[in-house]
């Protein structure tokens, strides 16, 4: 089992920064892809960035293309999500997700975080 805790999360106002931290106790870090994803209320669960055990970025979303960096540090068993120049449409609540490869499908990940809440004021 691999437990998932996430922080970071908060109000801010458009054009400022973030950064979400998910530290993950239990399995060996290095063996998982890891990825965060975000929900907009009345949306679906959507893939924001992902990095492969190797520490290779796969993926960022377009939305995000730019202005989010998914960064992963073994030694202190955390991911971490550098989020700039902060829109409204990013509003959601994060989470950090662990799999055995790196995918985008909410599905193919079996470890969650409880996430952690980001709320971008106009």
């Known amino acids: 089992q691999v437990q998932l805790v996430e922080s970071g999360g908060g109000l801010v106002q458009a054009g400022d920064s973030l950064r979400l931290s998910c530290t993950a106790s239990g399995r060996t870090f290095s063996n998982y892809a890891k990825a965060w994803f975000r929900q907009a209320p009345g949306k679906e669960r959507e893939c924001v960035a992902v990095i492969s055990r190797a520490g290779i970025i796969t993926y960022y979303a377009d939305s995000v293309k730019g202005r989010f960096t998914i960064s992963s540090n073994n030694a202190e068993n955390t991911v971490y999500l550098q989020m700039n120049t902060l829109k409204p449409e990013d509003t959601g609540i994060y989470y950090c997700?662990?799999?055995?490869?790196?995918?985008?499908?909410?599905?193919?990940?079996?470890?969650w975080g409880q996430g952690t809440q980001v709320t971008v004021s106009s």
């Open positions: 997700a662990f799999a055995l490869l790196p995918r985008v499908t909410p599905t193919e990940y079996a470890y």
